[in-house]
Nanobody, 117 residues
Framework: QVQLAESGGGLVQPGGSLRLSCAASGIIFSIYTMAWYRQAPGKQRELVAH???????NYADSVKGRFTISRDNAKNTVYVQMNSLKTEDTAVYYCNAVSERRPTIFWGQGTQVTVSS
C-alpha cells in the first residue's frame, strides 16, 4: 500500500525556519517526481516546489530564494527547507508523488504550517 507521510509542520514566528519531510513507501521512489503543494484557508491548493527523478527543481515565485526542495532516494524521502517564513506561508502542506512512467499520482495527508507572532 502506498503511503506518503509528511512531518515537520508546526508553529513558527515570522522570519523563522522549518523543514518538512515526506517519507514514501509502497512506490519505486526513484522514478517519481516529488512535489510539495499547499492550501491556505479559503484558497485553492497551489504548487510550492517540485523535484524530478533527475534532481531538476522548480519553485513557485512566492517561495523562490526562501524554500529549497531536495530528495534522498536512499531514504525514499523528499524535503523542503523553508526559511524566512512569512505569515502568508501559513497553510496545510501536502506531499505529492507523480510517476514519470505511468499516469499515477499519490498524495499525503498534509501537515499544518502556521507562521504567526
Amino acid at each position: 500500500q502506498v503511503q506518503l507521510a509528511e512531518s515537520g509542520g508546526g508553529l513558527v514566528q515570522p522570519g523563522g525556519s522549518l523543514r518538512l519531510s515526506c517519507a514514501a513507501s509502497g512506490i519505486i521512489f526513484s522514478i517519481y517526481t516529488m512535489a510539495w503543494y499547499r492550501q491556505a484557508p479559503g484558497k485553492q491548493r497551489e504548487l510550492v516546489a517540485h523535484i524530478t527523478s533527475g534532481g531538476s527543481t522548480n519553485y513557485a515565485d512566492s517561495v523562490k530564494g526562501r524554500f529549497t526542495i531536495s530528495r534522498d532516494n536512499a531514504k525514499n524521502t523528499v524535503y523542503v527547507q523553508m526559511n524566512s517564513l512569512k505569515t502568508e506561508d501559513t497553510a496545510v502542506y501536502y506531499c505529492n508523488a507523480v510517476s514519470e512512467r505511468r499516469p499515477t499520482i499519490f498524495w499525503g495527508q498534509g501537515t499544518q504550517v502556521t507562521v504567526s507572532s
